[in-house]
C-alpha cells in the first residue's frame, strides 16, 4: 500500500511566522507535490519535484518554498504565514513515467494563520 | 482560466439510484483523465480513469464516459450507496508542459437513505 504522510494534521500559527509542512512517501516515487484546497477552488498546485534537490513552480507559488533534499521527502515553506494562507494543504506523489499518472495523497494539514 | 471544470458544486441522489458527475475540459492536449473521492478531513484518494483513446471505462460501480468532441466527461454511479456521500474531483493531464495535473473545484455528492 502506498502511503504518504504528513507531518501534522492541524496547525495554528501566526501572522508572520515561518512555517514548515512535511511531506514523506514509502514508494520510492520521483514526483511529489504540494497543492492547497479552498472551497469552490478545488486543488491548486504550489509546487512540484520531478527529482531529489528540483523543483518547479506551480500556478500559485508566491509566498510559499519548497525543499527536496531526499527522494521520499518534501517540505512546503511559508516563509511568513499570512491569513490569506489558511488553508488545506496537500501533498501528493506519483511515478515519473508518462503514463502511470495517478497521484497519491496524504491526509492533508489544515493551517489556520491568526 | 479554469482549464477543469465542474459545474455543479453538489448532488443529492436516492440511495440505488444512479449519480452522473459531469466535468468539462478547454484544453485539447489533455489525453488523461481521473475522478478522485474525498471524505472530509482525509487525502483524495483515486477512483477510476480514462486514456483519451477510449470513451468508457467500467470498474465495478463506476463508469467513466469520455466524450472528447465535447470536451466532456461524465461519471456513473451506479447503485448509488450512502458511502458514496463526498466530494468528487475531476482531473486531467497531458502535454501540457510537465504532465501537471489540472483538478476541477470538485463536485459533493449526497446520497440519501
Known amino acids: 500500500d502506498v502511503k504518504v504522510t504528513q507531518s501534522s494534521r492541524y496547525l495554528v500559527k501566526r501572522t508572520g511566522e515561518k512555517v514548515f509542512l512535511e511531506c514523506v512517501q514509502d514508494?520510492?516515487?520521483?514526483?511529489m507535490f504540494w497543492y492547497r484546497q479552498d472551497p469552490g477552488l478545488g486543488l491548486r498546485l504550489i509546487y512540484f519535484?520531478?527529482?531529489?534537490?528540483?523543483?518547479e513552480k506551480g500556478d500559485i507559488p508566491e509566498g510559499y518554498s519548497v525543499s527536496r533534499e531526499k527522494k521520499e521527502r518534501f517540505s512546503l515553506i511559508l516563509e511568513s504565514a499570512s491569513t490569506n494562507q489558511t488553508s488545506m494543504y496537500l501533498c501528493?506523489?506519483?511515478?515519473?513515467?508518462?503514463?502511470?499518472?495517478?497521484?497519491?495523497f496524504g491526509p492533508g494539514t489544515r493551517l489556520l494563520v491568526l | 482560466d479554469q482549464q477543469v471544470k465542474q459545474n455543479s458544486p453538489s448532488l443529492s441522489v436516492q440511495e440505488g439510484r444512479i449519480s452522473i458527475l459531469n466535468c468539462d475540459y478547454t484544453?485539447?492536449?489533455?489525453?488523461?483523465f481521473l475522478w478522485y473521492k474525498k471524505y472530509p478531513a482525509e487525502g483524495p484518494t483515486f477512483l477510476i480513469s480514462?486514456?483519451?483513446?477510449?470513451d468508457k471505462n467500467e470498474d465495478g460501480r463506476f463508469t467513466v464516459f469520455l466524450n472528447k468532441s465535447a470536451k466532456h466527461l461524465s461519471l456513473h454511479i451506479v447503485p448509488s450507496q450512502p458511502g458514496d456521500s463526498a466530494v468528487y474531483f475531476c482531473a486531467a493531464s497531458g502535454d501540457t508542459g510537465g504532465f501537471k495535473t489540472i483538478f476541477g473545484a470538485g463536485t459533493r455528492l449526497f446520497v440519501k437513505a
Open positions: 480514462i486514456s483519451s483513446i477510449k
Open positions: 501528493a506523489s506519483s511515478f515519473q513515467r508518462t503514463l502511470l499518472r495517478t497521484q497519491y
Open positions: 519535484s520531478y527529482d531529489v534537490k528540483m523543483k
Open positions: 484544453n485539447s492536449m489533455f489525453d488523461y
Open positions: 514508494m520510492d516515487h520521483e514526483n
